[in-house]
């Protein structure tokens, strides 16, 4: 039962470089989300995806780009990594099918991203 | 924007005592959820009430919604050191165009042995 998969674990970067954050899950779910989580604040959704094909911006969208590759595999990039992107990412999903939002979401552990 | 505010903002309890934690919001919402968080993990969810809900229990957890007053509440009964942890509210707003979350800043539970 691997659940919400998230890959690397870490990772530094310089000002201006990009990467992808990647997230797989295999409990069949439809929707996957992205968040970011600052000291002493809760998580704020990045982007969502409420089905394969389909994404849409969350509260704070700027400076991120997402991809819905297949139903198991929602992907975050960073195309100029900025110092105000340090930050914890996590990847969640979340079973809506016939399209409950009456279903929990199911949490990753997490992408520390510090950028110098 | 933040839409739940938990309080207290930390909480530190004997082994055994009961923990309480609150939880406000600002708009009509479709659920209110609570998440566990340990150090270093992902966020684990606890208990999700409905709107038309008023309480509802999972094990030693027990849940109050209050629409009125747009408030909950999360008990911890008998808490043990492995209730170490920070514990979010989270609501699905009623109408809300993102399919997400909106999550407080979260209590720091630290129960001492």
Redesign the interface.
């Known amino acids: 039962n691997a659940g919400?998969t998230q890959t690397p674990k870490f990772q530094v970067l310089k000002t201006g470089q990009s990467m992808t954050l990647q997230c797989a899950q295999d409990m069949n779910h439809n929707?996957m989300?992205w968040?970011r989580q600052d000291p002493?604040?809760?998580?704020?959704?990045i982007y969502?995806s409420?089905s394969e094909g389909t994404t849409?911006?969350?509260?704070v969208p700027n400076g991120y780009n997402v991809s819905r590759l297949n139903k198991r595999e929602f992907s975050l990039r960073l195309e100029s990594a900025a110092p105000s992107q340090t930050s914890v990412y996590?990847c969640?999903s979340s079973d809506?099918r016939g399209g409950s939002?009456?279903?929990?979401?199911?949490?990753?552990?997490?992408t520390r991203l510090s950028i110098l | 924007s933040q839409q739940g505010e938990e309080d207290p903002q930390a909480l530190s309890i004997q082994e055994g005592e009961n923990a309480t934690m609150n939880c406000s919001y600002k708009t009509s919402i479709n659920n209110l959820q609570w998440y566990r968080q340990n150090s270093g993990r992902g966020l684990v969810h606890l208990i999700l009430i409905r709107s038309n809900e008023r309480e509802k229990h999972s094990g030693r957890l027990r849940v109050t919604l209050d629409t009125s007053k747009k408030s909950s509440s999360l008990l911890i009964t008998a808490s043990r050191a492995a209730d170490t942890a920070s514990y979010f509210c989270a609501t699905d707003e009623w109408g809300g165009g993102a399919d997400g979350l909106t999550f407080g800043k979260g209590t720091h539970l630290i129960i001492q042995p």
């Open positions: 919400v929707s989300y968040y002493g604040m809760g998580l704020r959704l969502y409420a849409d911006k969350g509260e996590f969640a809506s939002r009456n279903q929990p979401q199911h949490f990753g552990d997490g």
